[in-house]
């Protein structure tokens, strides 16, 4: 994390993290690597300032509701294998979309609450699906 100065004079810290995009989030963004700055520390801060930028990922990347989490056809399960986890509602992604942060699914560390550093890798993965 660093410090800058913003247009009233006043101190704000900022982070810079590699963020690399794949599927249809790389379309979105036009580009697949890239340099992000945000003013604070965390993946949700990020995002919020990622979303600001490119207002189609939030819809793209984040569901809502729980059911716009889930996609039809997946089995239930009473009681989940391993060490299975996820995200409150509200701060889940999408069916088949993934948020990494230095390589490990979000919903392992602090949810959208994961702590970043500068020079921190955020994968946003989204593949393209072909059905036929």
Same mark, same amino acid.
């Given at each position: !994390?660093?410090?800058?100065t913003? &247009? #009233?004079g ?9 963020v #690399?995009?794949t599927g %249809? +989030? =790389? =379309?979105? @963004?036009?580009? %697949?690597?890239f ?7 965390? @993946? ?9 930028d490119?207002? &189609?990922?939030k819809?793209?990347l984040v569901?809502?509701?729980e ?8 089995v239930?399960?009473?009681? @989940? ?13 999408? /069916?088949?979309v ?5 390589g490990?699914?979000?919903? %392992? ?6 702590e970043l550093?500068?020079?921190?890798? +955020? &994968?946003? !993965?989204? /593949?393209? !699906?072909?059905?036929m």
């Amino acid at each position: !994390m660093s410090t800058t100065t913003d &247009a #009233k004079g006043e101190r704000a810290a900022t982070t810079t993290v590699d963020v #690399k995009a794949t599927g %249809h +989030v =790389r =379309r979105e @963004l036009g580009e %697949h690597r890239f340099d992000y700055t945000f003013e604070g520390d965390t @993946l949700r801060e990020f995002l919020d300032a990622l979303f600001d930028d490119h207002p &189609a990922l939030k819809e793209m990347l984040v569901a809502e509701t729980e059911d716009g989490a889930s996609t039809a056809g997946w089995v239930d399960i009473e009681e @989940l294998p391993g060490d299975w986890a996820k995200n409150p509602e509200g701060e889940q992604t999408r /069916p088949y979309v993934r948020v990494v942060v230095n390589g490990t699914f979000n919903e %392992h560390l602090d949810g959208f609450d994961t702590e970043l550093e500068d020079g921190d890798r +955020v &994968a946003l !993965m989204y /593949p393209f !699906m072909f059905c036929m």
